[in-house]
């Protein structure tokens, strides 16, 4: 099994910055899968915010984040993070970790992955 627990939330005013961190575990879980986060905001579909390949080399930002929230990965910790800078009030969302059994490409559909965590609540107040 594959465990994904994130961490990190909260609430911040707009233009803050908050760090997302997603750790990994489980017997059947590999450092070759790839990674990625997700949100959902109340009454929106799950919408694709950051991923990030096998190697850590490869990332991809869904575009309403794009320059502002950055995704990294720490193999050896099989954690990755989301660091989120200039927060507006529509980030408000419940942030998901999930993980691919694909290393590669990145996968921007939530069907494309395989594992998902419970989330975390990010709240930006105005």
């Known amino acids: 099994q594959v465990q994904l627990d994130e961490s990190g939330g909260g609430l911040v005013q707009a233009g803050g910055s908050l760090r997302l961190s997603c750790a990994a575990s489980?017997?059947?879980?590999?450092?070759?899968?790839?990674m990625g986060w997700f949100r959902r905001a109340p009454g929106n579909e799950r919408e694709f915010v950051a991923g990030?390949?096998?190697?850590?080399?490869?990332?991809f930002y869904g575009n309403p984040v794009k320059g502002r929230f950055t995704i990294s990965r720490d193999t050896a910790k099989n954690t990755i993070y989301l660091q989120m800078n200039s927060l507006k009030p529509e980030d408000t969302a419940v942030y998901y970790c999930?993980?691919?059994?694909?290393?590669?490409?990145?996968?921007?559909?939530?069907?494309?992955?395989?594992?998902w965590g419970q989330g975390t609540q990010v709240t930006v107040s105005s």
């Open positions: 990030v390949d096998w190697t850590g080399n490869s990332k």
């Open positions: 999930a993980a691919s059994r694909y290393g590669s490409p990145i996968e921007t559909l939530d069907g494309g992955y395989d594992y």
């Open positions: 489980g017997r059947t879980f590999r450092s070759s899968y790839a």
